[in-house]
């Protein structure tokens, strides 16, 4: 029972580190902590790693990445004495999701529909040409996701790096999750009628 508890909570915060590394980053340089809060990050990532053995195919593999990227972006931080590299997670985060959802587009079920197989194993042909499409646009947001995160990093501009990574990043995604939420209720209510 204490090591389920105790698996839970590593788990809760290895998640919760993915989220906020932005803050963790800026609050490191910000107080002058990176020192120890770099072993402290990348012991997270090591646990996330970890949990990655549990997870869906397609999401394993992302786990897997984004938790190495994280760890050789604090080894290397660390050895070298910089945060600059730091900056470079959520590029290499946005990078790792393109390729996976990009990849799943040139296999026979791209990865929105093997989602949505999940929930409904026999979905018609219009909802698998609308999962399709769907990846397609993930594919995008990835892309220019992954570039302004890119542009953040090499301007350098903490302030800048952390708002884009930190807030509006997210917000851009729940908008294109809510906003394809609402599209796809729209096309099950016109496919069923």
Same mark, same amino acid.
């Given at each position: 029972?204490? @090591?389920?508890?105790?698996?839970? @909570? +590593?788990?809760?915060?290895? $998640?919760?580190?993915?989220? %906020?590394?932005?803050?963790?980053?800026?609050? &490191?340089?910000?107080?002058?902590?990176?020192?120890?809060?770099? *072993?402290?990050?990348? +012991?997270?990532? =090591?646990?996330?790693?970890?949990? %990655?053995?549990?997870? +869906?195919?397609?999401?394993?593999?992302?786990?897997? @990445?984004?938790?190495?990227?994280?760890?050789? /972006?604090?080894?290397?931080?660390?050895? =070298?004495? !910089?945060?600059?590299?730091?900056?470079?997670?959520?590029?290499?985060?946005?990078?790792?999701?393109?390729? #996976?959802?990009?990849? %799943? /587009?040139?296999?026979?079920?791209?990865?929105?529909?093997?989602?949505?197989?999940?929930?409904? *194993?026999?979905? *018609?042909?219009?909802?698998?040409?609308? !999962?399709?499409?769907? !990846?397609? #646009?993930?594919?995008?947001?990835?892309?220019?996701? &992954?570039? $302004?995160?890119?542009?953040?990093?090499?301007?350098?501009?903490?302030?800048?790096? %952390?708002?884009?990574?930190?807030?509006?990043?997210?917000?851009?995604?729940?908008? +294109?999750?809510? @906003?394809?939420?609402?599209?796809?209720?729209? #096309?099950?209510?016109?496919?069923? !009628?």
């Amino acid at each position: 029972m204490r @090591g389920s508890r105790l698996h839970t @909570g +590593l788990k809760i915060a290895a $998640a919760l580190l993915m989220l %906020s590394w932005p803050f963790v980053v800026w609050f &490191g340089l910000a107080h002058n902590s990176l020192h120890w809060l770099l *072993p402290l990050m990348a +012991l997270m990532l =090591l646990a996330r790693l970890q949990q %990655s053995r549990q997870a +869906l195919a397609p999401m394993r593999f992302v786990m897997r @990445g984004v938790a190495v990227v994280g760890i050789a /972006l604090c080894a290397a931080s660390w050895l =070298l004495n !910089t945060h600059r590299l730091l900056l470079f997670y959520p590029v290499a985060v946005n990078g790792i999701m393109l390729a #996976v959802f990009g990849g %799943s /587009l040139y296999t026979a079920m791209p990865l929105v529909e093997r989602l949505a197989r999940l929930r409904d *194993p026999a979905l *018609p042909q219009a909802a698998v040409r609308y !999962t399709r499409r769907v !990846t397609q #646009v993930w594919c995008g947001f990835f892309v220019l996701n &992954g570039a $302004a995160a890119l542009f953040t990093a090499v301007q350098g501009d903490m302030r800048l790096w %952390s708002a884009w990574n930190g807030m509006i990043a997210y917000l851009l995604m729940g908008l +294109l999750m809510a @906003g394809e939420w609402l599209v796809r209720q729209r #096309v099950i209510k016109r496919e069923t !009628t």
